[in-house]
C-alpha cells in the first residue's frame, strides 16, 4: 500500500445480517481514516488480489464461524497470506464479549495462524424476532436474543486497524 490509498476488503459471513452490520461499520471507520474500502458478502468476493488489506468476520454458530467466512479464508488462502490480514466474530448473546477478550473459535484460530493474521476481535451478536433457522428460534423462543453489539468497541477496533494499515506505508 502507499499513502492513504490503500484498498481495503471487509467481507464477511451472515446469516441474519448483524454481522454484516458490524462489517459496514468497521468499513465507514476505515473509509473516514481516507481508505478506500469494500465491504462485500465473502460468498461474492472472486478475487483479493485487488486489495492490499482484508478484514474478515463470521458470525459464531455452534462453534463455527459462519461457512461463507470458512470458504472465503479456504479459497482465497493463498492471496490472503501475503496481504495484511484481520479477523473478527460476532456472536456471544450476552454481555460477555464486552467484559472480556473471547479467544477465537479453533477454526479461526488455525486460520490465525496458518496465515499470520494481525489480530482477530469476538463482537456480540445479535439475534432478533424474524431470524432465520429453527435453532435460532428456538434461541429467542428461550427469551435468549438481544443485540449485544457493541459499536464503540467495534469503531475502536476498526480505529486500531485504520492506524496500522497507514502506518505501514511510512
Known sequence: MTGKTGKVLVTYGTT???????????????????????????????????????????????????????????????????????????????????????????????????LDANEHVTFGGCLEEGAKGWVARMILRSGKGGDFRDFTQIETWAGRIAGESTARET
Open 16 to 114: 441474519n445480517g448483524s454481522t454484516a452490520q458490524i462489517a459496514e461499520a468497521i468499513a465507514e471507520v476505515l473509509r473516514k481514516d481516507g481508505l478506500t474500502v469494500e465491504a462485500l458478502p465473502a460468498r461474492s468476493v472472486t478475487s483479493v488480489s485487488p486489495y492490499d488489506a482484508v478484514v474478515v468476520g463470521g458470525g459464531l454458530y455452534a462453534g463455527r464461524w459462519h461457512k461463507d467466512a470458512r470458504r472465503f479464508v479456504r479459497r482465497h488462502h493463498r492471496g490472503l497470506a501475503e496481504r495484511p490480514l484481520w479477523l473478527f466474530s460476532s456472536g456471544p448473546l450476552d454481555a460477555s464479549a464486552a467484559e472480556r477478550d473471547i479467544p477465537p473459535v479453533p477454526g479461526v484460530r488455525k486460520a490465525m495462524t496458518e
